[in-house]
Each structure stands twice: as structure tokens, then as C-alpha cells.
């Protein structure tokens, strides 16, 4: 979609979104991480809930208003 476009080269740049999605490149989840597609990796399902939990949480002690 034309969102997820504009976000991927807010992210990583113009022309590496252009070389990017011209050659349907599929990036490692390290290298996800260190252009800030993702915000954390992790091992397993196991430590992929417990961050999850870990993030919500925070998400929760954010004033409502």
C-alpha cells in the first residue's frame, strides 16, 4: 500500500526503498532492526510474549487523557 511505502521511506531512505521494493528484497530480522523497521528481535515465541507483555504494560500506564 502506498502508506506502508511512505513509512518504509520515512524509515530507510528513497533510494534504498526504491532498490528495495524494485527487486522484492526481504531484509533479516538484524537488519530490520538496524534500519528501524523493527523495534526489538527476539530468540524465540516465548521471549516474543514476554516482551509483548513487557511493552503493553508500559502502553497501560499512559494517561488516558
Same mark, same amino acid.
Given at each position: ?7 518504509? *521511506?520515512?524509515?530507510?531512505?528513497? @533510494? *534504498?526503498?526504491? @532498490?528495495? #521494493?524494485? #527487486?522484492? @528484497? #526481504? ?11 523493527? /523495534? /526489538? +528481535? ?13 511493552? #503493553?504494560?508500559?502502553?497501560?500506564? +499512559?494517561?488516558?487523557?
Amino acid at each position: 500500500s502506498i502508506h506502508a511505502q511512505n513509512a518504509f *521511506e520515512v524509515l530507510v531512505g528513497t @533510494r *534504498e526503498t526504491e @532498490r528495495a #521494493l524494485q #527487486l522484492g @528484497r #526481504l531484509f533479516t530480522a538484524q537488519q530490520a532492526k538496524e534500519i528501524g523497521l523493527v /523495534d /526489538d +528481535v527476539v530468540q524465540n515465541n516465548n521471549d516474543g510474549r514476554d516482551l509483548a507483555i513487557k511493552i #503493553l504494560k508500559e502502553y497501560m500506564q +499512559v494517561p488516558s487523557e
